[in-house]
């Protein structure tokens, strides 16, 4: 399995930006996947998911409304559209396979190396 997550940058508070994960190793089509984050100095944060067939998608309270998750199984490519973006989502973004959600925990099978979206002015 390979993530390679890219698109993170410094962005204005109520700017945007659209994170890409290019997936290779395994069949693509058929896993569902997440975006997770995490923030300096603190755990992993489950931000949203996707189905395999992308028709059911799930946000955090923190980002719903602001981000959209997307998928396009012709390219093995993940997609999380950030909008309205504020300071609090300064973190570095991963995509990932097999998150589990635990009450102080998130865990993934596998992620990518992850890419820095810092919100600052």
């Known amino acids: 399995v390979q993530l390679v997550e890219s698109g993170g940058g410094l962005v204005q508070p109520g700017g945007s930006l659209r994170l890409s994960c290019a997936a290779s190793g395994f069949t693509f089509s058929t896993y569902g996947l997440s975006w997770v984050r995490q923030a300096p100095g603190k755990g992993l944060e489950w931000v949203s998911s996707?189905?395999?067939?992308?028709?059911?998608?799930s946000y955090s309270d923190s980002v719903k409304g602001r981000f959209t998750i997307d998928r396009d199984n012709a390219k093995n490519t993940l997609y999380l559209q950030m909008n309205s973006l504020k300071t609090d989502d300064t973190a570095v973004y991963y995509c990932a396979t097999g998150v589990q959600i635990y009450s102080d925990s998130v865990r993934a099978s596998h992620r990518g190396q992850g890419t820095q979206v810092t919100v600052s002015s």
């Open positions: 996707i189905t395999a067939n992308g028709v059911q998608k």
